[in-house]
């Protein structure tokens, strides 16, 4: 039997290779009836709440990045969050039982805080972030959750809540297991992580043309400042493209790096060459859902009516073992 497999991405900008590779390339193998892939839309309104970003937008982007990258809304269910209301209903039951310390103790949420100092993220609703994810996870009896390494103390407060919940009123809940994403962090133009923040991204809206700009300024082996001088392919962002897009000559290049043996501009436009030929599929593809706004909406719209009947069953299921309602 399949896993049930639940994950999500919050609508916070357009998609770049690093969620391509880190999650996208990832959640396609876990395709399938019981998979459900989600914008997570109120996730994002927890920490851009003052910024005037309007999500209508950003969840198009998402979207059409989603099925861009083959994501097919015939194998699974791309739903958005703030569409099937049980995820903020269920999230107030939960807040009940989610005692304040589990949640103050988090990780991820005091170093949020500290990189991103530009945010007042001293909120209520930022504090119950995990609680939110748990409801998420919950509501469709999610086993199996990939995810990257970040989101290890979410799963944790996840099955945490859910254990309390069923012992508190009756086992209701699937305690789910996290399935680490096993790509590294992606590198970005600067060598830096992959991010929007950095500025450092290749997105998958970009053309061949900006691809091509882009990957030409990508930094190298710092220690190669001229040809002659021997590299160091492991801290050049360069090679690791090399590995993901050009795996098979891999080795060669990193032989060659470390003999000094090939010069860096060449090297970038070897794998340039494959990394364009990864991506311009999808890049194709992406143009032509632009053209194709209305048909996307309708399939977000379509997914998230398929999530609400599962949603809804569960919670009233829950809302039935806490004794609310009538
Ligand atoms: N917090 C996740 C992230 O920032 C996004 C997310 C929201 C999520 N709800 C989820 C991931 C449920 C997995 C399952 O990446
Ligand atoms: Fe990087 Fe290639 Fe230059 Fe080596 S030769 S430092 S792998 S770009």
Not at 7 to 15: E, F, Q
Not at 130 to 153: C, K, M, R, S, T
Not at 219 to 248: I, L, M, S
Request: neutral net charge; glycine residues 6%; contains cysteine.
């Amino acid at each position: 039997m399949t896993k049930r497999i639940l994950s999500g991405m919050r609508p916070t900008g357009k998609l770049h290779v690093g969620h391509l590779l880190g999650a996208l390339e990832n959640w396609k193998k876990f395709e399938g009836p019981d998979s459900y892939f989600m914008i997570a839309d109120w996730h994002a309104l927890t920490t851009e709440y003052a910024s005037g970003m309007s999500f209508k937008d950003t969840v198009l982007e998402i979207m059409m990045d989603y099925l861009a990258a083959g994501l097919d809304p015939n194998k699974c269910t791309i739903f958005l969050q703030s569409l099937v209301p049980e995820h903020t209903e269920l999230t107030l039951i939960l807040s009940m039982i989610t005692p304040l310390s589990w949640l103050e103790r988090n990780p991820t949420y005091k170093d949020q805080i500290k990189e991103q100092p530009d945010k007042d993220l001293h909120t209520y609703g930022f504090l119950g972030y995990p609680v939110l994810q748990a409801a998420d996870i919950l509501l469709y009896q999610a086993e199996a959750v990939p995810v990257g390494e970040d989101q290890l103390p979410h799963l944790e407060l996840t099955r945490e809540i859910a254990r309390r919940f069923n012992h508190l009123y009756k086992p209701v809940f699937t305690e789910p297991e996290a399935i680490l994403t096993q790509t590294p962090k992606v590198p970005g133009l600067d060598g830096r992580k992959m991010s929007k923040s950095y500025g450092n991204a290749i997105y998958l809206s970009d053309s061949p043309e900006i691809v091509d700009k882009k990957v030409m300024q990508m930094v190298t082996d710092p220690a190669r400042k001229r040809r002659e001088d021997k590299g160091h392919p492991e801290v050049c962002p360069v090679y690791y493209f090399h590995t993901v897009v050009n795996r098979e000559n891999a080795d060669i290049v990193a032989k060659e790096c470390r003999n000094a043996e090939r010069g860096c501009v060449e090297c970038k436009r070897e794998m340039l060459k494959h990394l364009a030929e990864f991506i311009k599929p999808i890049y194709e593809r992406r143009k032509q859902l632009e053209s194709q706004r209305e048909r996307v909406r309708e399939i977000l719209i379509e997914g998230s009516k398929r999530a609400h009947v599962i949603a809804q069953k569960t919670f009233e299921t829950a809302k039935d073992a806490v004794g609310i309602g009538i």
